[in-house]
Structure formats: structure tokens, C-alpha cells
């Protein structure tokens, strides 16, 4: 069963080790990341809207074992919580959601050098579409 826990214990799991799959965009992901982030986006936004990867299985299992220790994040946890029910069901054992997504990450002041405001402002204009 998919596990969402706050930013903050997300950052403790990560800190002990557990691999980040960050599931926004490539051009989300290049905006702004959490550290050693590995990016296999969930969804491609289309002008017909939100589409899924079909790929998305496949490249993860390509860069990510079964047995890994894992915490996904999106934008604000939408993308995320979808992505951890498919990696379960895919087998994946240890799969955790960063509640609150990347924008909880900047709200939390983890991003690093990147100044918040600026990627504030870029989550903003998803609107929804976490």
C-alpha cells in the first residue's frame, strides 16, 4: 500500500539513503529538483491536456529495482500519489509520496540555491494539474 508522508519525513528518508523519483516533466524537473533526483516523468502536458506515459513502468524499472527504497514527487502530489499506485502494482515493495510535491519541498526551504519565489511562481501556473 502507497504511503504519503509530510515533506519533512520525505527529507529524512532521503537523507538515510532512499532513492528520489521525481515524476513531473523534463521541463518541471529542470526548473527546479530535489537533489540526485532521477526524472521519469509520469504525464507529457499536451494542448489536449495531461497524457500519460507509456513508458513509464518500463523506464523506471529500467533505472529503479523492485526492491529499492523509493520516494516519488511531483508538483503537489497528485502525479505523485497515481505514479506510487502503479509502481505497487507493478511490484515495486517500498514506495513512499511526498505529500505537498516539489512545491511543499520550496515552501519547506529545501530547495537550495534556487530562489522560491521563483519556483513558486512556476508551480502556479499548472494550477491543478499537481
Same mark, same amino acid.
Given at each position: 500500500?502507497? %504511503? ?8 529524512? !528518508?532521503?537523507?538515510?539513503? %532512499?532513492?528520489? !523519483?521525481?515524476?513531473?516533466?523534463? /521541463? ?31 523506464? @523506471?524499472?529500467? =533505472? ?5 527504497? =523509493? ?7 497528485? %502525479?505523485?500519489? %497515481? ?9 515495486? /515493495? ?11 519541498? @520550496? ?10 519565489? /521563483?519556483?513558486? =511562481? ?9
Amino acid at each position: 500500500m502507497e %504511503r504519503t508522508v509530510d515533506v519533512q519525513v520525505a527529507k529524512d !528518508l532521503l537523507e538515510k539513503g %532512499r532513492l528520489c !523519483l521525481d515524476v513531473r516533466t523534463v /521541463e518541471e524537473y529542470n526548473k527546479g529538483h530535489v537533489e540526485n533526483a532521477l526524472n521519469v516523468p509520469y504525464v507529457f502536458f499536451t494542448p489536449e491536456g495531461q497524457v500519460k506515459n507509456p513508458d513509464f513502468l518500463a523506464q @523506471v524499472t529500467s =533505472i529503479l529495482k523492485k526492491e529499492d527504497h =523509493i520516494v516519488v514527487n511531483c508538483n503537489r502530489g497528485g %502525479r505523485g500519489l %497515481r505514479a506510487c499506485v502503479d509502481l505497487l502494482n507493478a511490484g515495486f /515493495e517500498h514506495v513512499n509520496n511526498m505529500g505537498g510535491g516539489y512545491s511543499a519541498w @520550496v515552501d519547506s526551504g529545501f530547495a537550495g540555491e534556487k530562489p522560491p519565489e /521563483e519556483l513558486k =511562481i512556476a508551480c502556479k501556473f499548472r494550477g491543478s494539474l499537481s
